[in-house]
């Protein structure tokens, strides 16, 4: 998206799960909406992991209230490789995070995203919550049976009106009319404060990007964080902005 520095336009927002096919990072953010990635979906993937926590004779945590994000990137080859996390991340959950490294070794069912027709590697966050996935397992289970969403004061449309306030394009006008959409991504942690915000999708203006990045981090209101079986957990989030330029 090519601008020149001008006077001030009109944005609009959407807040749709969209994900550009024109997308080109080396590793997607996230998988195109609607698709799996997992033969079979979310559903498949936690009945195979609780067979396989039978059939290896692997042992409960004993913590009960153990959570964790895995987070791991599927490549076109379907071959999975583990994303390195800070040791903070799982310090109060090491039995789980230990267990899904032995657990994945026997999953083989991965399914790559496809932008286009072509399969691209893509970023993969999976919440586990390890005492839902022994005994206490449920046929066609999810973990949003046990789980809540963050809630932002005034509701979503609040925040969407307050990072649309905070969203100055008066620099900035494309060379012709264009409409586009950037996607931010970003999470609400156990302390309900937003984090890790980045842009998934966005123009080729740095400055641009940056000042979309910049009003979102400005909103420090805290949110009321999700919850896992009644446990403050984190929760990723996206966000997708477009614009008009008339």
Not at 38 to 57: A, M, P, S, T
Not at 196 to 215: C, G, P, Q
Request: with cysteine; aromatic share 14%; glycine share 4%.
């Amino acid at each position: 998206m090519m601008f020149m520095m001008l006077g001030r336009k009109r944005i609009l927002l959407f807040c749709l799960i969209f994900i550009s096919s024109a997308f080109n990072a080396q590793i997607l953010e996230s998988y195109p909406n609607g698709t799996e990635f997992y033969k079979g979906g979310r559903v498949e993937f936690y009945r195979q992991f609780h067979d396989i926590l039978l059939k290896q004779k692997l042992k409960p945590c004993d913590d009960k209230n153990e959570f964790y994000h895995l987070e791991v990137v599927v490549y076109p080859d379907a071959t999975i490789k583990f994303v390195k996390q800070d040791s903070s991340k799982f310090s109060n959950s090491k039995c789980t995070y230990d267990l899904t490294r032995v657990v994945l070794k026997f999953m083989k069912d991965w399914s790559p995203a496809e932008v286009d027709g072509k399969k691209e590697a893509a970023l993969v966050k999976i919440p586990m919550f390890a005492d839902d996935l022994f005994e206490k397992y449920v046929d066609s289970y999810l973990p949003e049976m046990y789980s809540t969403v963050p809630e932002y004061e005034g509701g979503i449309q609040e925040f969407r009106k307050k990072v649309a306030n905070s969203i100055d394009t008066g620099r900035f006008v494309a060379k012709t009319s264009v409409r586009f959409t950037v996607e931010t991504t970003f999470a609400i942690n156990a302390e309900g404060k937003m984090e890790d915000v980045k842009l998934s999708r966005e123009t080729d203006n740095k400055e641009f990007n940056e000042m979309i990045l910049t009003a979102i981090k400005s909103i420090k209101k805290k949110w009321k964080p999700a919850t896992y079986h009644n446990i403050p957990v984190k929760y990723h989030f996206r966000l997708p902005l477009t614009f008009n330029f008339d």
